[in-house]
C-alpha cells in the first residue's frame, strides 16, 4: 500500500506506481476523494494511468488515512510493504507500554519503504530495509550497539549510522 500524500502530484505519484508496476508489484495506492477531482495537482490523465496499474482505495476527505494503511498492510501479510512520508508517531504514542510501542517500531523498521530519490526526472530509488535490527546485540564476548553523534531523532525507516563495537577482556 501507498499513501497518495507521499509523492505530492499525480505526475510524481504515477511514477512512483509505474516504477512498481513494472516490477509486477500488486500496487494499492489509498488516497483521498478529492483526488478523483481533476484540479493541477491531480490531473484527470494521470490519474487514469495509475489506475490502469495499481488499485485504489479512496477515503473520505476528513477521514484519516492512516489506520486504512495500516490495515491494508497487515491485512497483505508479512511480505507486504508500505510508503508513506507519515512517520507514525501519533499511533505509536497510542499503545498502551513501551514494549507494544517498540514492537510497533520494530514491525515498521521492516515493513516501511522510503523514497530516496526524490527529483524529478531521477530514478526512483527506495531505502533498503535491513534483515537485521538495529538494537543492542551481542555475541559472545562481544556488543555492537547502535548510536547516532548529534541525538536527532531519525526517521523511522533510517538506521543509525554507526556502531560501537565493545569486547570483554580476557
Known sequence: PMDCSLPGSSVALLNVVSHLAKQNLQVLVLGRKH???QNSRWRRVEM???QKQASFFFADNISEDDPFLLYATLHSGNHCK???KDLMRDHKA????????RLFFKWQQGHQ???VSKHPG???TFQHILSYDTVVQTTGDSWHIPYDDDLVE?????VPTKWLCLHRKT
Open 154 to 158: 531519525r526517521y523511522s525507516y533510517e
Open 35 to 37: 483526488m478523483l477531482t
Open 82 to 84: 508500505f510508503i508513506t
Open 122 to 124: 531521477a530514478k526512483i
Open 48 to 50: 487514469e494511468k495509475m
Open 94 to 101: 497510542c499503545l498502551p507500554d513501551a514494549k507494544t510501542q
Open 113 to 115: 519503504l522510503a523514497i
